[in-house]
C-alpha cells in the first residue's frame, strides 16, 4: 500500500498546489516508494528467515524463535533507509520544476 501510494504525490503539479507543496510532493514519492519497497522486501525476507531457520535444525526438536529476533533484519533495513532518506533530504532535497 504504501510503495503504490507513491503516485499519489506524482500528480501534484503547479496547477493544484503551490510551488512548496510541489517540492514537498516532489520529495515524499522517493520516500514512500523506497519505505514501501523496504517494507515490502523486509516482510518476504523475514518470512524467509524465519522458515529456513526452522528447517535448518536437522534434529526435528521444537525450536521458540520470537518475533523481535525475525523483527531484526527488517528494522535494520529499515533504518539504514530511513538514514540515506534523511541525509538525502538535508543535504540535496529534490524540487519541483516544470520543463516544456
Known sequence: FILGSSIIPASIDDESASTSACDAACMATPWLASIGFTVMFGALFCKTYRVNYLFRDMTRRRVTLKAK???APMLA?????VAVLISWTAVSPLV???EV
Not at 533495513?77 to 533507509?81: E, G, M, P, T, V
Open 77 to 81: 533495513l529499515l533504518s539504514c533507509n
Open 96 to 98: 519541483w520544476e516544470r
Open 69 to 71: 529476533d525475525v523483527m
